[in-house]
């Protein structure tokens, strides 16, 4: 059990379609938490029914931050969720609530776990000139030649063809006239785990059950209405071709589909394909992660009788 020296804050992760959501809304029910949704499509405005995001009525009375914060037409980044919830944070102790981050997205909870670099901010004008560049070299790998003159360590990590990462060291290198590889062996100090005690909690399904729940979710997403969802996105935004949402599983399927770049049979196998992906690389990742306690189907009493101890400690 977490000391009083530092205040307590719980992680609750798990794979796509595993229930998170609900066993949040559970716990919401019986104790005085504040839930801070751990997800990198859910941020989005209109990105209700491809996200799987709750319904407004849910949400209206079971207020989750960090949902709905910005538009489509902009980027929310991994910086930005820190910053985000270290403000949630001390609001909800100072409110003497327990702060329950819920979600999937494994990037986010391990920033915000380890902490982050501090690196600059896009820079939209020089990333539109290496693009330029790149296509007026008439060389495929013409940014990853760049990036191997100024930083060789940075692109012996990197695949030729991973342009976002590439041109992200790129900027930085430009910004700051530091390369990325030596940013990045710093260890950083802005671990949340410094100021708070914090206890983690993962949801495991056996792989038949999850596909199952993933199917099902997805045929219900569908009946929904995701693909007309996508279609109105595309037309009230301008999404930037490199959007993060363009990448992300049901909408990357989704537009393509509406580009007529496959048929309907198609674009639900890849959705369901990407969807079972996804979860695998979760659940890759859940295995080489730090100490947490699994919550299996029907232990729901194990982590309210945990989170009840937490409580008791702010």
């Avoid at 206890?199 to 693909?227: N, P, V």
């Amino acid at each position: 059990m977490p000391s009083k020296k530092n205040k307590p804050i719980v992680f609750l992760f798990g794979p796509t379609a595993s229930g998170k959501t609900e066993l949040a809304i559970n716990i919401a029910d019986k104790f005085p938490i504040e839930l801070i949704s751990v997800d990198s499509v859910m941020v989005y405005k209109d990105c209700n029914i491809g996200s799987a995001k709750p319904t407004k009525e849910v949400l209206k009375e079971y207020p989750h931050h960090m949902i709905d914060i910005v538009s489509p037409n902009e980027v929310f980044t991994v910086a930005d969720f820190c910053s985000f919830s270290k403000k949630l944070i001390k609001s909800a102790h100072s409110k003497k609530k327990l702060p329950v981050f819920v979600g999937g997205s494994m990037m986010y909870f391990k920033s915000l776990f380890e902490g982050i670099h501090d690196l600059p901010k896009r820079d939209e004008k020089y990333r539109k000139e290496l693009k330029e560049l790149k296509l007026n070299s008439n060389n495929h790998n013409f940014l990853f030649d760049m990036l191997k003159d100024i930083d060789s360590d940075y692109a012996k990590k990197v695949n030729k063809n991973d342009e976002v990462r590439i041109i992200r060291a790129l900027e930085v290198f430009m910004i700051t006239g530091k390369q990325i590889s030596k940013i990045l062996s710093e260890e950083s100090n802005n671990k949340l785990s410094n100021d708070y005690e914090i206890s983690q909690f993962a949801i495991t399904h056996d792989r038949e059950l999850l596909h199952k729940r993933i199917e099902s979710r997805l045929d219900k997403i569908i009946e929904e209405g995701m693909l007309e969802e996508a279609e109105y996105l595309l037309k009230k935004y301008n999404i930037d071709p490199e959007h993060p949402l363009r990448k992300s599983v049901n909408y990357k399927q989704a537009f393509n589909y509406l580009n007529n770049e496959y048929k309907y049979d198609d674009f639900y196998k890849k959705a369901l394909y990407a969807t079972r992906q996804l979860a695998k690389r979760q659940i890759t990742w859940l295995r080489s992660w730090k100490e947490f306690k699994e919550i299996k189907i029907n232990q729901e009493d194990n982590l309210e009788n945990s989170i009840k101890n937490l409580i008791s400690l702010l």
